[in-house]
């Protein structure tokens, strides 16, 4: 199994300990996402992560939605804490860590929401064939513009007021999905899930890539709060993008453990 | 280098497959996860502490990846009486339950919990950064003592933990040895703080935590140094060991066996690694070494 890079005793301060960065804008994608662009870039593969230090309330971990920006939907104290955040304000970066989608040739990208977050710069950077977004509704479908103008877009919402009235999941049935070197999949558990069944189907669990939410502390692979049953497969250093016949087996879709370990359902 | 065990390695009355033993704290939350290390080549397990209430831990940044070392404040984050289903499939392995409590009677509770499956207890009595916990108890040698003995009492091999956060360590080895412990691991991390410069504010959530890795394998030499000297009960070398060259250091300063943690970080295969390194057929008895820098 591929595993980042080591973080390397002696590695640049930047890389292990909280880089203090600057907030430089704040642009509203949607009444619950927002993306901070930073003072700094970073080299990164799309689906790697940094570790966000919210002075005064926590850490946590986030997708870079482009070299130098997170976007962010506001879901707990410390994502709060973010949305009152405004230019000239520092955040503490840690990373990039982890796995992205290592794509080569046809990929097909499948987001649901903020999930679209690390798909974005899949797409920006042309390596997406179609992407599919879904929302609840609407006005929840980041990114829409960019994207469109990008890659071929199909949206899906939960209300029908954009796209197609539905479940982004129900757009597959219209696509061959063979066709595709990649799918790259980032959104709830259960609608990914759903795509790894799809792609079971057709006998190729293998091309999907799907990125995965866990409860993460270190995000370097020390403490193990982010390991996934049944193989101890650490979702921040192994991940957090692990292909389909990798997770067919495992708790992905079914639980996820909380802050104390304390196994929880994922819906 | 040192000659291959023939068997398991009897340490502190737990049978190890070698002298490699993870740390606690380490990939040590999840039954999956100790698996893992077991079969990449450790020769036993400590889990993650476990304590009387499921706890989530301080706000972060709860680590942070220094120079030679790393600087950390997980605040004994642990399931606690949920951890018994999670250790269920490890059934016979060489896993030692960490246990921690704010008194004799917690630890002794806990303890109970573990004492059909777990192998042994090892005590936190050492974590720097947890309020009413760990550290807060490891410095009264009475309360080593009595902590030691409650656990004792379930007839489990007991090791302790120690604090290097003392003046004398060697005081504290010895109240666990009155305490009836098999063993004592020595070190946890050095109480220790960074500043982000920029932020003006500690690193850390919890701006105090314990610094392990490179920067403390000296510390923690000179601690086993020290116990060696004065107690009788066998000790497990634990901080900043990387290489089979700190083992076999570690052994002649008077270790037993040794903990890995932070080492984990350049490489999950470190185990393996070190024992390719460590176990050669000419190497020397592990007998002989422990100790072998008192003589």
Known sequence: MEESPAILWGAPMNKGIPHAVTITKVVRETPKIRTFFLSESFGFTPGQFVMVWVPGVDEIPMALSGENSISVQEVGDATSAMFRLKTGDLLGIRGPFGVGFSVEGKALAIAGGIGAAPLFPLAMRGSTGVFLLGASTGRDLPFRKALAEKTALRIATDDGSSGHHGPVTDLLGDLDLRAFDHICVCGPEPMMRGVLKHLQEEGIAGRGLFSLHRYMKCGVGLCGSCAIDPDGIRVCREGPVLSGDTLLRSEFGHYTRDASGVRKRVW | ?295
Do not use: Q
């Not at chain 2, 502490?49 to 984050?77: K, Q, R, T, W, Y």
């Not at chain 2, 573990?114 to 947890?130: D, K």
């Not at chain 2, 916990?133 to 009475?142: I, K, M, R, V």
């Open chain 2, 1 to 295: 280098m040192i000659r291959s065990p023939a068997g398991p390695v009897r340490v502190g009355g737990v049978e190890l497959r070698n002298h490699l033993i993870l740390a606690a704290g380490i990939l040590g939350t999840t039954g999956a996860s100790l698996a893992r290390i077991l079969k990449s080549g450790a020769g036993g397990a400590v889990t993650k502490s476990i304590g009387p209430e499921p706890l989530d831990g301080h706000p972060g940044p709860c680590l942070a990846v220094l120079a030679d070392g790393v600087l950390n404040a997980m605040g004994l984050p642990n399931p606690s009486r949920e951890f018994v289903r999670e250790l269920a499939p490890l059934a016979g392995e060489p896993v030692v339950v960490s246990i921690f409590g704010g008194d004799p009677e917690e630890f002794a509770m806990v303890a109970s919990w573990f004492a059909g499956s777990a192998a042994g207890f090892e005590l936190n009595l050492s974590c720097p950064h947890a309020e009413g916990f760990g550290s807060a108890l490891g410095t009264d040698p009475a309360l080593v003592e009595e902590c030691t003995r409650a656990v004792k009492t379930l007839g489990r091999p007991t090791w302790v933990k120690l604090t290097p956060n003392v003046t004398e360590i060697a005081e504290i080895g010895a109240a666990a040895g009155r305490g009836g412990a098999d063993a004592i691991v020595a070190i946890n991390t050095v109480k220790a703080m960074r500043i982000s410069v920029p932020m003006g504010r500690p690193v850390l959530g919890n701006r105090f935590g314990g610094l392990s890795g490179k920067a403390i394998f000296p510390i923690a030499v000179r601690c086993v140094y020290e116990l060696y000297e004065a107690c009788e009960v066998p000790i497990i070398g634990c901080g900043g060991i990387s290489t089979a060259e700190d083992v076999v250091e570690m052994m002649m300063a008077g270790a037993s066996a040794v903990e890995i943690g932070s080492a984990v970080l350049e490489d999950i295969g470190i185990f393996a690694k070190i024992a390719r390194d460590l176990y050669t057929p000419d190497g020397r008895e592990p007998g002989d070494l422990v100790g072998c820098a008192h003589e």
